[in-house]
């Protein structure tokens, strides 16, 4: 009876109508513009007959028709499940909570809304009666929402997510959000073949559903563009909604859909403008729902937010993308760095080894690049290493990786060539390193040296092949560069040797840096004197190194690395320059005719301002470049004659001396020796220190002396240490002699105070 009576006097509100709620009632109605105005419902609860009045405006955001309900669950018929029992616990206990109670409502018309339910000030006469407003906080939602994708791109920018992490916490967050139990984000690809297939790359579905079948099937499925739902929104590029899904044909693919009851979906595609203004498509998200939902108002302005947000990501991947090529890619020549040549020298000693394969490793170091950097600038040696890159890469065979180390050094990585493959490129590499580069109308040359290592002989992993490839590229270093040498095991400690050699020379090239910032070095002058005369022909400068802890370091170890790095042209301008200013000395205490030999190194004799800067230094001590005899090698002549011998002649021809130094060492050549354009030539000290055992070497000593003596040129006999090779040296008549001897290197204060001025040949003997 009290039933029936209730539910007379809710469906008549004028008759039967609890006086409270009546009240309510009426107030609800005039008041109801002004809500729908304020965008606010009004409701009205009796706690005690668990009745509820609802306003115009709040049936409608709770999505019923009637305004009054005598049972909640009839009031609340739209409220997501999840939140009806906190919702009726809320209403049934008091106080209710502070700032309101939100909620979530799903219509198949306007998809998920949330709602806020707020209480009034409970009225004291009527202490059973709660009443408050419900207010539409969807927008507000959807903008927190918005914000949070925003922050899940934050952290995936930051680098905290992975993309697919990024974007499953998007889709999720769609899902809770707007109400769809599936999210998917299908992304394009580019197949092996070179297809375009869409794949489904993320998803996510409400935990409670059985939706993981349809997860493996979509994950482990691609589609065509056009092909399905998903591929038709690529294709088309325009947002699509699907109310039934078990009865569309778009779906025909993806027979999971109908067993695990999804009802309707929204699909987009996933689209951003580059700054080049091109568009991109890099896939589509599908959101599906178990309801039968209907086109939602919202949603596609918010697909738009989401599409450009997961767009942002894909972007960000191409630039990683293009970020990684940059890390990988040597700016100057675009050959792979350094650092990459060596993950993919890991990468290939790692698949080598597992395919029981070989593969060679070439290492090369441009020759005389240094000399280029220094007297043309970084450009021109820019030039070069820029078009040497290309003769390179041009070269390479297919599969072949082509580095630059840093620096020269080059290195070109071979996977399946035999020896004969690789000594035959090789070859040509030496060829295209000794093509002229053209650099503003000049043309420069280098040349370079090359050491080949292959896998596993030369070692099984990235640093030892490095190493084994350095250390041969060494070895054509240390045997006057130009050529190729390949790796090989036959002396055991080869690498053991090299490995120290590196490093000694390596703190050694930087202590001697500092010895030349600070007064370490000085000169010794060894006289060089007329047995004839009996006089003082010459001293010879030798340089030397004294630590600040007293060590002496000789120059046959110190001018080798000198040589090997830029430092030597630095040394040599300063022995030039010391042995001018001693001479200026030698001058002043009336040393009139004395004159100084001074050792050059080869990279100096190939610098053809050479007889300026000598022209310039001798000035400076008002001296004439005739004092001045300049030593070189027949090795630093052979190596690169069309270079040298030009600076010689117009050295030469400014009135400079030149001696060849070490006669008799190398494959001298007594043709060559008719055509050079020197003053003198000194007997190598081997030949000297034989002279009175060996037969031969006194008839080769006696030819030397004799051929110098028709060609007019000085010759000097080093390295004379005792009496006995003094007389041949004397009876074969050689003049000029050097050696222990006679003295051995003196500073200049010995000197000086050894050899008083113009001494007389008699004074000279006594001594
Ligand atoms: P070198 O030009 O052949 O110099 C002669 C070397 O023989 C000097 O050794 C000298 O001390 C040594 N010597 C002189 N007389 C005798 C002797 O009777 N018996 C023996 N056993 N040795 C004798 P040092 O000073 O150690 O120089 C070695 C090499 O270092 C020189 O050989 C030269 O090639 C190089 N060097 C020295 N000073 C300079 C320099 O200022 N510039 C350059 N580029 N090289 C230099
Ligand atoms: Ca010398
Ligand atoms: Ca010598």
Redesign the pocket.
Known sequence: MHQTSKRAALSNPDTGFPPRLSQAFTHNTALSALEEAASFGRWWFDCETSQMVLSALAASYLNVETLCHDRLDGCFISVVLDDLLPLISQLSSKPLQSGGFEFRVISPLDGLRWLRMTHMPADPDNPGLLSGILVDITPIKHAMMRERLGFELTEFLVGSHSLGDAITNVIQLICRNLGWDWGAYWAMEQSPQGASRLVCKHFWHRPELDLGSLGMESVTSSLAPGEGLVGSVWESGQPDWVEDMANDLRFSQRTNDRECRLWSGYVFPVTYVSADGHQHNPGVLEFYSCLSRQPEAQLPKLSATIGALIAQMAKRLDQQATILYLAQVDGLTGLVNRSHFYELLTQACTASEKANTSFGLVFIDLDRFKPINDAFGHEAGNVVLHEFARRLRALAPAGASVGRLGGDEFALLLPGQSQEDIATLVEQVLQAARLPFAYEGVELTVSASVGVSTFPQGGKTCPALLQSADAAMYRIKNNGRNGCHFFSLSSPNALALHRSSIAQRLALETELHHALQGDELFL?Y?PIFNIRNQTLEAV????RWKRPDGTLV???VF?PIAEQSHL?VQL?KW?VSQACRDLAILRAANFQTLKIH????ASEFTSSTLPDELCAQVAAYDLDPSSLTL?LTEGMLMKSPDQVIPVMRALRRLGFGISL??FGMGHSSLALLKNLPISSLKID?SFVSDLTQQRNDRAIVKTIIDLGCQMDLEVIA????AAPQLAILQQSGCILI????ID??LAIAELLAKYPAERQPHELHAN
Request: no cysteine; net charge negative; glycine share 10%.
């Open positions: 010794a060894q010879e400068a030798l340089v000789p120059p046959d001018i030597i040599g022995v001074v050792n050059m190194a030593e130094d070490d000290r080093e390295g004379v240490e050097q050696g222990y001897l051995r290197p």
